[in-house]
């Protein structure tokens, strides 16, 4: 699994101008099983994309920036910012990917030090019902943002060029259900619990934003397989087994044997 520092922003930046977006998202999001190291398969149910979570099991949320730039991620879980513990908005504090990282964010952050696993567990055990906001239990949400870069003028005039023609590519954001409201609690099985604490290094850095709108707002919804099951997707209770306990891999090293 993976286990790359990630550097903690603490500004909060002015709006500015919005640049165009890129076609694909900024940040790949996963959410991985810590205790039987497989990431989680998505289900897509009516516009919304499930995954499906067993109460009593770690996870992480894997994030992964698909550019050649900072980036700052956001995390919110239940509606909880994942770093500060407030109630999530995309101008709060997250983290930053240098570019090209991935990295897992496997707790509530109790300091630079250290967090508090994410879990799943019953509804009512959950972080954010008992802190009293039980309302958006079972999301788990990023909201990321590209970095404003300085510009820097020319030591000399620059000479006449001829006018470049702008791309015409439109901004595709990815905002999977950011308009959509998350089935009422009462529905909700499984939220993700305040856990034992683990060890989890990370610094500060500024970082400042390129617009005050995320450049990509991306939603994952979870439940217990059982209600996953109930509203008719095809998800495993436990994950997949192979014959002989040996999982098939595309490259499981060696070199060329004789034939038999």
Known sequence: MFRIAMLLSIALAAATACAPLSAGPLVRVDVVDRDSDWTLPRHRHRGDTWIAGRPGHHYAVRLTNTTGQRVLVVLSVDDVNAVTGQTADPSQAGYVL?????????????????????????????YAARTGRPDHVGVIGVAAFRERRAVR????????????????SAP??????????????????????????????????SFVRASGRPAQVTELRYDAPQRLAALGMPVYRDPPHYAGHVRPRAFPGGFVPDPR
């Open 98 to 126: 240098a570019p090209w990282q991935t990295t897992e964010i496997i707790g509530w952050r109790k300091s630079l030090d250290d967090v508090a696993r994410f879990v799943f567990t019953d509804l009512p055990d959950s």
């Open 153 to 168: 003028p020319p030591p000399y005039p620059a000479p006449p060029i001829a006018r470049a023609q702008r791309s015409s």
């Open 172 to 205: 595709a954001a990815e905002s999977a259900m950011a308009d959509r409201s998350p089935a009422p609690a009462a529905q909700q099985r499984i939220g993700t619990g305040h856990g034992s604490h683990e060890h989890s290094r990370v610094g500060r850095t």
